[in-house]
Structures are given as structure tokens and as C-alpha cells.
């Protein structure tokens, strides 16, 4: 009899022990599951952050490199996916060519800008990886024309300061900032890079506005509509200024 009880209580023991484990099982199945639906979401929605949404490369880039509309990890398949409604993939669904400003420009004016600037000089800043991921200071870069990935990207002061000298002849004095991240992280430097070029232009007399870190589309619509606008490094930048020559507009650089 006491054998009996004994396997009774050793059966009880291990069957509290298995359903404890599945339940736990089943708990870390759930969480997977939902953990995964909402890195889907976030994937698929287009206020995600904007990840690895690159207009200016699926535009310009030709071949199957990392950049271009080409390669199977982020190019046309994958903007498609994930961004459905982008300017992107407009573009790539209306033409397989590269750098075509015609079709481009046809989707820019089917677009309203969410805001119009025709009484700023719109800046368009190169910030996120170019300066997070630069082994420079931020003092060097605030203070020199510093390379990155074979191109200076990051403009200094005295680049900006010699802009100054050139918008002095258009009477206006209403600025506006604008540049992007693109991608998660600590983007610390490029902020204090900002405030500073911010804080530079109100010392000299400007009304200096920023916009950071908002949807790329309506980013590049509000300057490729620009009638002042001032271009940073990169192909980014040198399409919306072509693009703002093309409309009319004023392209100001150095």
C-alpha cells in the first residue's frame, strides 16, 4: 500500500512538474508570437521609423550593389513590401531607369508639400550615420570639411558662414533646417551638430527654424518645392537640388 501512495505522489510530482513547464512553454510561444506580429508591424508600417527607406539610392543607384533598387535585401522587393505608398516605389514601379527626372518629377507634382517655404532658405543638413559613425569629433566637423566614406557628406560653419554672405543679397530672413536620421540608435552628435548650426544662424540675425527627424517623403517634397535651397553633401541632397533647378527654384551652394 505505501509503494502505491508512493508512486501516486511521484506521478503527481512529475505531472505538477510537466504541466508547470508547458505552461511556461506555451507563455514563451505567445510572447514569440506577438513579439514577431509587432516586428511585423513595424516593419510594414510607414511611420516606423522609416528604416532602411532609401529614396535617394532606389532613384539613382544602377546594378545589384548594396544601395541600388537591384539587390534582394533592400532594393525594389523590399520597398514594395514595406513601404507601399513611398515616392520609392512609385518610382521604381513607373520606370526601371535610374536617375529619371522627368518620371520623378511627374510623381513630385502629383504630391502637395505638407508645408510651403517660398519665404525660407530651406537647408537640408546631412545627419544620422555620416556623423554617429564618424571617427571624428564634433568639433572637427563643425570646424572642418571632414570625409566620410570618400566624400565630405557634413558641412562646417565656414561653409555655412560663406552661405550667409550669398542669401545676404535675397532680403530674407527666415531659415529652416531640415535632415534626418533614417535609422534607430543614439544620434546625439548629429542633434548637437544641428542646435549648433541653429544657434550659429540666430546670431547672425536669422530666424532659424528646424525640422529633424520627420517622414522622408514629406522631407523631400517640402524641398525639392523649395524656392531657396541650400544642398549638403551626398546624392541625396545633389537630386533635390537638380530637381529644385528643374522647378524654378534657387539652388544656393559654395
Not at 18 to 47: G, H, W
Not at 133 to 149: P, R, V
Not at 202 to 225: A, Q, T, V
Amino acid at each position: 500500500m505505501k509503494i502505491i501512495k508512493l508512486f501516486t505522489l511521484i506521478l503527481l510530482f512529475i505531472y505538477i512538474i510537466m504541466y508547470s513547464i508547458l505552461k511556461i512553454l506555451i507563455i514563451i510561444i505567445i510572447v514569440f508570437i506577438f513579439s514577431q506580429l509587432f516586428v511585423n508591424y513595424e516593419e510594414n508600417s510607414e511611420k516606423s521609423h522609416h528604416i532602411y527607406y532609401r529614396l535617394g539610392d532606389m532613384f539613382k543607384e544602377e546594378g545589384t550593389g548594396y544601395p541600388s533598387r537591384h539587390n534582394k535585401k533592400i532594393g525594389f522587393n523590399y520597398h514594395v513590401k514595406h513601404f507601399p505608398n513611398s515616392i520609392a516605389t512609385e518610382y521604381m514601379l513607373a520606370t526601371n531607369k535610374s536617375g529619371d527626372y522627368d518620371q520623378l518629377i511627374k510623381i513630385i507634382n502629383k504630391r502637395k508639400p505638407i508645408i510651403k517655404l517660398d519665404n525660407y532658405i530651406t537647408i537640408h543638413l546631412r545627419i544620422g550615420d555620416v556623423i554617429e559613425d564618424s571617427d571624428k569629433s564634433l568639433d572637427e566637423i563643425l570646424h572642418k570639411y571632414t570625409i566620410f566614406n570618400k566624400r565630405n557628406y557634413v558641412k562646417p560653419i565656414d561653409y555655412y558662414d560663406k552661405i550667409i554672405n550669398k542669401i545676404k543679397n535675397y532680403n530674407i530672413k527666415n531659415v529652416i533646417l531640415i535632415g534626418g536620421f533614417h535609422k534607430k540608435g543614439n544620434h546625439q552628435k548629429s542633434i548637437d551638430y544641428v542646435n549648433y548650426i541653429q544657434k550659429y544662424f540666430i546670431s547672425k540675425g536669422y530666424n532659424c527654424s528646424k525640422r529633424i527627424d520627420n517622414e522622408p517623403d514629406d522631407d523631400f517634397l517640402i524641398m525639392c518645392n523649395s524656392k531657396y535651397f541650400v544642398p549638403s553633401g551626398g546624392g541625396f541632397s545633389n537630386i533635390i537640388k537638380n530637381i529644385v533647378n528643374m522647378k524654378g527654384g534657387t539652388v544656393i551652394e559654395i
